[in-house]
T-cell receptor, first 116, second 112 residues
Framework: DADVTQTPRNRITKTGKRIMLECSQT?????MYWYRQDPGLGLRLIYY???????NKGEISDGYSVSRQAQAKFSLSLESAIPNQTALYFC???????????????FGPGTRLTVL | GDSVTQMEGPVTLSEEAFLTINCTYT??????LFWYVQYPGEGLQLLLK?????DKGSNKGFEATYRKETTSFHLEKGSVQVSDSAVYFC???????????FGTGTRLTIIP
């Protein structure tokens, strides 16, 4: 079984609709992240959470919200989807990096979202 | 802020050719450096990493050396295979920042 799972894997929706993307992990990690990937732009961080009570905005949080329901679950919502939110969305997890600065992240398979 | 600049793609090579994908970074302090690979239809997975200057990360025939004097972490492989076709991302993580900063990715295609 995959350690980081995302649902749905593909979604097509219309402008103005509310959409929720879900992420679950079995790695036991405290830290979870949401990224979007666009051609030529790499991955950009939307939100991240270091534990259940800690939520932080990333570099492109406008138009998105998140919920950390449990250590293992981190959901991303688009309250009113717009076409420029069409992208590939990835969830990732990591463990505490301690003093080394090392922050290896483990990624889910991605959700391809199309907003018409 | 921290940033990563990597070689523009796409890159197309013949099987058994030598590969170099350039990566340079800007960061304060002493970041950790990573190469991630994304195979078609999949999420990113860690390919190799280095945590301090002059460290060499290696995996699956790929290598990259952390060069602080040139702020670089170039990815190399001596003889590529068709199965190496993927998108490669250079990234850094800085202590105290606790987040990964990615380059834009380089798409590599290997032809038989």
């Amino acid at each position: 079984d995959a350690d980081v799972t995302q649902t749905p894997r593909n979604r097509i929706t219309k402008t103005g609709k509310r959409i929720m993307l879900e992420c679950s992990q079995t790695k036991g990690h405290d830290r979870m992240y949401w990224y979007r990937q666009d051609p030529g732009l790499g991955l950009r961080l939307i939100y991240y959470s270091f534990d259940v009570k800690d939520i932080n905005k990333g570099e492109i949080s406008d138009g998105y919200s998140v919920s950390r329901q449990a250590q293992a679950k981190f959901s991303l919502s688009l309250e009113s989807a717009i076409p420029n939110q069409t992208a590939l969305y990835f969830c990732a997890t990591s463990d505490f990096s301690g003093t080394s600065g090392l922050n290896e992240q483990f990624f889910g398979p991605g959700t391809r979202l199309t907003v018409l | 802020g921290d940033s990563v600049t990597q070689m523009e793609g796409p890159v197309t090579l013949s099987e058994e050719a030598f590969l170099t994908i350039n990566c340079t970074y800007t960061a304060t302090g002493y970041p950790s450096l990573f190469w991630y690979v994304q195979y078609p239809g999949e999420g990113l997975q860690l390919l190799l990493k280095a945590t301090k200057a002059d460290d060499k990360g290696s995996n699956k025939g790929f290598e990259a050396t952390y060069r602080k004097e040139t702020t670089s972490f170039h990815l190399e492989k001596g003889s590529v295979q068709v199965s190496d076709s993927a998108v490669y991302f250079c990234a850094l993580s800085n202590f105290g920042n606790e987040k990964l900063t990615f380059g834009t990715g380089t798409r590599l295609t290997i032809i038989p």
